[in-house]
């Protein structure tokens, strides 16, 4: 079985993977959610049948793991990984590499915009504004000289999105949402 989906979320903190298992075991034991199992880094396997599933989790096994993953699965194959790559842009880079050939549906990267401020919190949205060149990742495929520049379009459709997907008035995501420009407070 290939547990991999064609969803991956990748995040950098353990906080993110905390409520990703939370949340996921949830999913589980609601009768009308889709998901089945959850695959979890250590090779721990969580059905509605586990009794006390986060327990289970909680012996920390996935920390003595490099970018270790969870695997939130539906009958049809179309759920949601994570892999928490860690920090550092070069684990970005790699992990990136080798999730490429599997051409996933959606990749969504989350908690990479220079660190959290005491004033965020799980569920608000950072667009980073640009990619600061000074970590030499790429520059063996796009010379230094090159900047990558925040796209308008892509910030605009994912306040878009968080909009109508959350039911927020635009003033309220506006006060959820820092895409890099201005300071942001709670």
């Known amino acids: 079985m290939n547990i ?5 979320c990748l995040p950098n903190y353990t906080r993110y993977v905390d409520e990703f298992v939370r949340w996921g075991c949830s999913q589980i034991l609601d009768p009308d959610s889709p998901y089945i199992a959850l695959s979890c880094a250590g090779g721990i396997w969580i059905t509605a049948e586990t009794e006390a599933p986060e327990e289970a989790i909680s012996d920390l096994a996935w920390k003595k793991h490099q970018m270790p993953a969870w695997h939130l699965i539906t009958a049809d194959g179309q759920g949601i990984t994570l892999v928490n790559i860690g920090v550092g842009p070069s684990n970005a880079k790699t992990i990136c590499d080798h999730l490429a050939v599997l051409r996933p549906d959606v990749w969504l990267m989350i908690g990479h915009c220079g660190g959290l401020r005491e004033s965020q919190a799980i569920g608000d949205y950072v667009l980073a504004h640009a990619y600061l060149r000074d970590d030499h990742v790429l520059d063996a495929v796009l010379p230094p000289d090159i900047p990558i ?3 308008a379009e892509v910030q605009r459709a994912l ?5 109508m997907v959350s039911g927020m008035p635009g003033e309220e995501v506006k006060q959820r949402l820092r895409t890099g420009t201005g300071r942001h407070h709670r």
Not at 4 to 8: K, R
Not at 159 to 163: F, G, I, P, S
């Open 159 to 163: 306040y878009d999105a968080t909009k």
């Open 149 to 151: 520049p925040s796209i």
């Open 4 to 8: 991999f989906s064609p969803l991956f």
